[in-house]
Nanobody, 126 residues
Framework: QVQLVESGGGLVQPGGSLSLSCAAS????????IGWFRQAPGKEREGVSC????????SYADPVKGRFTISRDNAKNTVYLQMNSLKPEDTAVYYC???????????????????WGQGTQVTVSS
């Protein structure tokens, strides 16, 4: 059974950091591009960052550039999102998604993805 499980969310003060993980089971991430998305209450799900399956090419949404870093460890079948200098506007449920693609292309649009995790809540508040 294909499954993605996010973890690492929580409550953090503005300026703090969190590291999210996206663990895959039932398939190997080596052949999948991965995206991180987020959805705040009352808003549409938006792309945060994405990474290709091959060569580790990455892309970031403008609001998180320079603060967030996406990475992958295929040996652990896990993708990470390191979030630094967090702001209240980063508060959302964060989701990871996987798209089968063995290439250096990354995909940052939600409709491009095949599999989704259940999400993890990130709250940035003092």
């Amino acid at each position: 059974q294909v499954q993605l499980v996010e973890s690492g969310g929580g409550l953090v003060q503005p300026g703090g950091s969190l590291s999210l993980s996206c663990a895959a089971s039932g398939f190997t991430l080596d052949y999948y591009a991965i995206g991180w998305f987020r959805q705040a209450p009352g808003k549409e799900r938006e792309g945060v960052s994405c990474i290709s399956s091959s060569h580790g090419r990455t892309s970031y949404a403008d609001p998180v550039k320079g603060r967030f870093t996406i990475s992958r460890d295929n040996a652990k079948n896990t993708v990470y999102l390191q979030m630094n200098s967090l702001k209240p506007e980063d508060t959302a449920v964060y989701y990871c998604a996987a798209k089968r693609s063995y290439s250096s292309s990354y995909y940052c649009l939600k409709y491009e993805y095949d599999y989704w995790g259940q999400g993890t809540q990130v709250t940035v508040s003092s």
